[in-house]
Protein backbone atom coordinates (compact mmCIF):
# COMPACT_ATOMS: atom_id res chain seq x y z
CA UNK A 1 0.00 0.00 0.00
CA UNK A 2 1.17 3.66 -0.82
CA UNK A 3 2.26 5.78 1.72
CA UNK A 4 1.17 9.39 2.57
CA UNK A 5 2.92 11.79 0.80
CA UNK A 6 4.65 14.87 2.47
CA UNK A 7 4.31 18.63 1.48
CA UNK A 8 5.05 21.71 3.00
CA UNK A 9 2.39 23.21 5.19
CA UNK A 10 1.35 26.24 4.10
CA UNK A 11 0.92 29.07 7.26
CA UNK A 12 -2.69 28.78 7.61
CA UNK A 13 -2.16 24.73 8.08
CA UNK A 14 0.72 26.02 10.03
CA UNK A 15 -1.19 27.87 12.50
CA UNK A 16 -3.84 25.03 12.89
CA UNK A 17 -1.29 22.72 13.92
CA UNK A 18 0.06 24.77 16.72
CA UNK A 19 -3.36 25.50 17.98
CA UNK A 20 -3.74 21.42 18.23
CA UNK A 21 -0.60 20.65 20.01
CA UNK A 22 -1.72 23.31 22.68
CA UNK A 23 -5.19 21.45 23.38
CA UNK A 24 -4.86 18.99 26.38
CA UNK A 25 -3.97 15.18 25.68
CA UNK A 26 -6.55 13.02 25.46
CA UNK A 27 -6.19 10.39 28.48
CA UNK A 28 -8.25 7.23 27.95
CA UNK A 29 -9.95 5.72 30.94
CA UNK A 30 -10.37 2.40 29.56
CA UNK A 31 -7.96 -0.05 28.32
CA UNK A 32 -9.50 -0.22 24.63
CA UNK A 33 -9.88 2.29 22.68
CA UNK A 34 -12.44 2.27 20.34
CA UNK A 35 -11.13 2.33 16.43
CA UNK A 36 -12.32 4.23 13.62
CA UNK A 37 -11.25 4.70 9.98
CA UNK A 38 -11.45 8.59 8.19
CA UNK A 39 -11.86 7.96 4.43
CA UNK A 40 -12.32 11.13 2.77
CA UNK A 41 -12.53 10.95 -1.40
CA UNK A 42 -9.14 13.39 -2.49
CA UNK A 43 -9.98 13.53 -6.25
CA UNK A 44 -9.70 16.83 -8.10
CA UNK A 45 -11.89 19.35 -6.70
CA UNK A 46 -12.31 17.78 -3.51
CA UNK A 47 -8.87 20.39 -2.03
CA UNK A 48 -11.61 22.59 -0.18
CA UNK A 49 -13.29 19.43 1.59
CA UNK A 50 -10.00 18.20 2.62
CA UNK A 51 -9.07 21.23 4.01
CA UNK A 52 -12.16 21.39 6.08
CA UNK A 53 -11.92 18.11 7.34
CA UNK A 54 -8.66 18.27 8.32
CA UNK A 55 -9.25 21.36 10.53
CA UNK A 56 -12.29 19.13 12.22
CA UNK A 57 -10.59 15.58 12.96
CA UNK A 58 -9.71 17.20 16.47
CA UNK A 59 -13.36 16.86 16.85
CA UNK A 60 -13.08 13.56 17.26
CA UNK A 61 -10.40 12.84 19.66
CA UNK A 62 -12.21 15.47 21.51
CA UNK A 63 -15.25 14.20 21.40
CA UNK A 64 -14.11 10.80 23.17
CA UNK A 65 -11.85 11.67 25.87
CA UNK A 66 -14.45 10.61 28.49
CA UNK A 67 -15.09 7.26 26.53
CA UNK A 68 -11.81 5.92 26.56
CA UNK A 69 -10.29 7.56 23.44
CA UNK A 70 -9.97 6.74 20.16
CA UNK A 71 -7.72 5.75 17.61
CA UNK A 72 -8.03 6.90 13.98
CA UNK A 73 -6.52 5.42 10.58
CA UNK A 74 -7.25 8.35 8.03
CA UNK A 75 -8.00 6.70 4.34
CA UNK A 76 -8.30 8.28 1.07
CA UNK A 77 -8.05 7.59 -2.90
CA UNK A 78 -6.89 9.86 -5.07
CA UNK A 79 -5.26 10.12 -9.05
CA UNK A 80 -5.04 6.54 -11.09
CA UNK A 81 -5.95 3.97 -8.63
CA UNK A 82 -3.98 5.51 -5.54
CA UNK A 83 -5.11 4.51 -2.38
CA UNK A 84 -3.48 4.85 0.79
CA UNK A 85 -4.03 4.74 4.89
CA UNK A 86 -2.06 5.62 7.94
CA UNK A 87 -1.54 3.26 10.78
CA UNK A 88 -4.43 3.92 13.53
CA UNK A 89 -3.13 6.96 15.25
CA UNK A 90 -4.07 8.60 18.64
CA UNK A 91 -2.81 11.51 18.25
CA UNK A 92 -4.42 14.54 16.44
CA UNK A 93 -1.64 16.24 15.95
CA UNK A 94 -0.34 13.17 13.62
CA UNK A 95 -3.21 12.39 12.12
CA UNK A 96 -3.40 16.39 11.36
CA UNK A 97 -0.18 16.73 10.23
CA UNK A 98 -0.44 14.00 7.49
CA UNK A 99 -3.79 14.88 6.28
CA UNK A 100 -1.92 18.86 5.34
CA UNK A 101 0.84 16.79 3.31
CA UNK A 102 -1.72 15.28 1.03
CA UNK A 103 -2.87 17.24 -1.84
CA UNK A 104 -6.16 16.30 -4.08
CA UNK A 105 -5.29 15.04 -7.82
CA UNK A 106 -8.09 13.84 -10.24
CA UNK A 107 -9.17 10.69 -10.84
CA UNK A 108 -12.01 7.93 -10.31
CA UNK A 109 -13.42 7.20 -6.89
CA UNK A 110 -12.68 4.07 -5.42
CA UNK A 111 -15.55 3.46 -2.85
CA UNK A 112 -15.44 -0.21 -3.19
CA UNK A 113 -11.74 -0.74 -2.29
CA UNK A 114 -12.01 1.55 0.36
CA UNK A 115 -14.80 -0.96 1.97
CA UNK A 116 -12.72 -3.73 0.98
CA UNK A 117 -9.99 -2.18 2.87
CA UNK A 118 -12.21 -1.69 5.99
CA UNK A 119 -13.14 -5.13 6.16
CA UNK A 120 -9.72 -6.81 5.95
CA UNK A 121 -8.46 -4.26 8.67
CA UNK A 122 -11.50 -5.53 11.18
CA UNK A 123 -11.16 -9.02 10.18
CA UNK A 124 -7.54 -8.15 11.97
CA UNK A 125 -9.28 -6.32 14.60
CA UNK A 126 -12.34 -5.08 15.15
CA UNK A 127 -13.33 -1.33 13.77
CA UNK A 128 -15.89 0.18 15.29
CA UNK A 129 -17.42 2.50 12.49
CA UNK A 130 -16.02 3.53 8.77
CA UNK A 131 -16.84 7.13 7.71
CA UNK A 132 -16.81 8.24 4.35
CA UNK A 133 -16.37 11.59 3.46
CA UNK A 134 -17.24 12.21 -0.46
CA UNK A 135 -19.63 13.64 -2.97
CA UNK A 136 -19.60 11.25 -6.03
CA UNK A 137 -19.44 7.72 -6.54
CA UNK A 138 -18.34 6.40 -9.88
CA UNK A 139 -18.92 2.90 -9.51
CA UNK A 140 -21.65 0.14 -9.63
CA UNK A 141 -23.71 0.00 -6.40
CA UNK A 142 -23.81 -3.85 -6.14
CA UNK A 143 -20.25 -4.57 -5.40
CA UNK A 144 -19.70 -1.84 -3.48
CA UNK A 145 -23.11 -2.80 -1.10
CA UNK A 146 -22.07 -6.68 -0.76
CA UNK A 147 -18.79 -5.41 0.47
CA UNK A 148 -20.79 -3.21 2.83
CA UNK A 149 -23.18 -5.71 3.82
CA UNK A 150 -20.06 -8.07 4.99
CA UNK A 151 -18.91 -5.34 7.12
CA UNK A 152 -22.20 -5.04 8.91
CA UNK A 153 -21.96 -8.79 9.50
CA UNK A 154 -18.66 -8.16 11.15
CA UNK A 155 -20.03 -5.47 13.32
CA UNK A 156 -18.56 -2.10 11.33
CA UNK A 157 -21.38 0.49 10.20
CA UNK A 158 -20.64 2.77 7.76
CA UNK A 159 -21.33 6.18 8.09
CA UNK A 160 -21.51 8.00 3.96
CA UNK A 161 -21.19 11.77 4.34
CA UNK A 162 -22.20 13.20 1.45
CA UNK A 163 -21.44 16.56 0.51
CA UNK A 164 -23.24 18.46 -2.54
CA UNK A 165 -26.58 16.97 -4.31
CA UNK A 166 -25.53 14.49 -6.60
CA UNK A 167 -28.39 12.06 -6.79
CA UNK A 168 -26.92 8.86 -7.95
CA UNK A 169 -24.35 9.29 -5.08
CA UNK A 170 -26.83 10.05 -2.54
CA UNK A 171 -28.70 6.38 -3.65
CA UNK A 172 -25.55 4.73 -3.48
CA UNK A 173 -24.69 5.93 -0.53
CA UNK A 174 -28.10 5.95 1.49
CA UNK A 175 -27.75 1.85 0.62
CA UNK A 176 -24.08 1.46 1.20
CA UNK A 177 -24.93 2.90 4.48
CA UNK A 178 -28.28 0.62 5.05
CA UNK A 179 -26.88 -2.50 4.18
CA UNK A 180 -23.55 -1.89 6.51
CA UNK A 181 -25.98 -0.92 9.69
CA UNK A 182 -25.19 2.99 9.57
CA UNK A 183 -26.21 6.05 8.14
CA UNK A 184 -26.34 8.73 5.41
CA UNK A 185 -25.85 12.17 5.94
CA UNK A 186 -25.65 15.29 4.11
CA UNK A 187 -23.60 18.31 4.72
CA UNK A 188 -23.08 21.74 3.08
CA UNK A 189 -19.54 22.81 1.64
CA UNK A 190 -20.38 26.23 3.09
CA UNK A 191 -21.36 24.64 7.07
CA UNK A 192 -18.40 23.38 8.76
CA UNK A 193 -20.59 23.05 12.07
CA UNK A 194 -22.58 20.63 10.28
CA UNK A 195 -19.81 18.35 9.13
CA UNK A 196 -18.58 18.79 12.94
CA UNK A 197 -21.44 17.75 14.26
CA UNK A 198 -21.72 14.37 12.57
CA UNK A 199 -17.73 13.61 12.67
CA UNK A 200 -18.50 14.15 16.29
CA UNK A 201 -21.43 11.65 16.77
CA UNK A 202 -19.92 8.81 14.86
CA UNK A 203 -16.47 9.15 16.87
CA UNK A 204 -18.53 9.21 20.35
CA UNK A 205 -20.50 6.11 18.40
CA UNK A 206 -17.31 3.98 17.55
CA UNK A 207 -15.55 4.59 21.36
CA UNK A 208 -19.10 4.41 23.32
CA UNK A 209 -21.52 2.08 21.01
CA UNK A 210 -24.76 3.43 20.94
CA UNK A 211 -25.69 4.45 24.37
CA UNK A 212 -23.40 6.88 24.29
CA UNK A 213 -24.43 8.10 21.18
CA UNK A 214 -28.29 8.50 22.69
CA UNK A 215 -26.69 11.00 25.37
CA UNK A 216 -24.98 13.08 23.01
CA UNK A 217 -27.08 16.38 22.14
CA UNK A 218 -27.15 17.96 18.45
CA UNK A 219 -28.65 17.66 15.40
CA UNK A 220 -26.08 14.87 14.00
CA UNK A 221 -26.61 12.84 16.84
CA UNK A 222 -29.64 12.36 16.77
CA UNK A 223 -29.87 11.78 12.72
CA UNK A 224 -27.79 9.34 13.13
CA UNK A 225 -29.05 7.71 15.84
CA UNK A 226 -32.16 7.52 14.06
CA UNK A 227 -31.15 5.48 11.38
CA UNK A 228 -29.46 2.78 13.15
CA UNK A 229 -31.23 -0.43 13.30
CA UNK A 230 -33.02 -1.35 16.44
CA UNK A 231 -30.80 -3.35 18.47
CA UNK A 232 -30.62 -7.33 18.65
Given at each position: ?7 P?N ?14 A ?5 A ?14 R??A ?6 L ?15 V ?6 G ?6 T??L????ELA????G ?12 C ?5 N ?13 GD ?11 A ?8 T ?18 QI ?8 AP?D ?8 DLLR??A ?6 R ?6 P????R?I?G ?6
Amino acid sequence: MSQLPTKPANPAVAAFLRKVEAMPAVRPTSARRGRLIFAVDATASRQPAWDRACHLQAEMFQATRDLGGLSVQLAYWRGYQEFAATPFLTDTMELARRMSGVTVLGGQTQVLRCLEHALNETKREKVNALVLVGDALEEAVDPACHAAGQLGLHGTPVFCFQEGGDRAAEMGFRQIAKVSGGAWAPFDAGSAEALRDLLRAVAVFAAGGRAALTRLPGRGARAIAGQLPAPR
